[in-house]
């Protein structure tokens, strides 16, 4: 088990505290188009943030107290998968409706569903498998979730003539996948681990960055054209 100091664990908040503001300034983008996708995505958000600060909350105990309680650690995916399908869901559905093609009041159930049926699964292999396969299956959903959310993130930026923000949404999955190639390294090292924790934070300072670019471009009193 990596072992993380206390200036680590605790440093591990700051790119919670940016991943969550990104998102909020993208919840706030959609309110003019439709108060109830903003609201559903502000939702949304209070899961992952949980689940980033349950994370953060496992390695401070690791590195305190020596406690290492597992489902801290677990909590991470079990909740940022289903929240980030309702995240790429909500900038879906606004989109659509910039478009002229609004989605139908059900629509919901779309997200719902396929968070339900990767909680599911998920639970069913935790229960006959003692490996931790259950992970993937978050983590498949997860990754999917996010390659959307930042498409449709994208589109929106370009739609409201934010060059700067769509680059920065493109620039933080760029450094998800990099944050993943990391993990894979398996390098216990305390240099490593902040490089890791360095690298994060600019990956989700770029989100803050796009988040609070967008909604000020879209507070602009120029109309937005309609999505690409």
């Given at each position: 088990m990596v072992q993380y100091s206390l200036a680590l664990a605790l440093y591990d908040y700051i790119p919670i505290v940016l991943f969550v503001t990104g998102l909020l300034f993208t919840?706030?983008?959609l309110e003019q188009t439709d108060a109830s996708m903003a609201r559903l995505m502000r939702f949304a958000i209070v899961l992952v943030g949980l689940g980033g600060f349950c994370k953060a909350t496992w390695k401070l105990l690791i590195a305190a107290f020596d406690i290492n309680w597992?489902?801290?650690?677990?909590?991470?995916?079990?909740?940022?998968a289903p929240g980030f399908t309702f995240i790429a869901f909500a900038i879906w559905s606004v989109r659509r409706q910039l478009a002229q093609r609004p989605l139908r009041a059900t629509a919901w159930r779309c997200p719902l569903s396929a968070s339900m049926l990767g909680l599911g699964l998920a639970l069913l292999l935790a229960i006959r498998l003692e490996s931790n396969v259950w992970f993937f299956v978050l983590l498949l959903q997860l990754t999917l979730a996010n390659i959307l959310f930042t498409w449709h993130?994208?589109?929106?930026?370009l739609a409201a003539g934010s060059t700067l923000?769509?680059?920065?949404?493109?620039?933080?999955?760029?450094?998800?996948?990099?944050?993943s190639g990391l993990a894979r390294v398996g390098d216990p090292s305390e240099a490593f681990q902040w490089l890791a924790q360095i690298s994060n934070t600019a990956t989700q300072g770029?989100?803050?960055?796009?988040?609070?670019?967008?909604?000020?471009?879209?507070?602009?009193?120029?109309?937005v054209g309609a999505p690409v």
């Open positions: 919840a706030r983008c597992m489902p801290l650690n677990d909590a991470l995916f079990v909740l940022m993130a994208m589109k929106l930026s923000a769509a680059a920065l949404f493109v620039a933080n999955i760029v450094g998800v996948f990099v944050m770029s989100l803050a960055l796009a988040g609070w670019v967008l909604w000020q471009r879209l507070n602009r009193p120029e109309p």
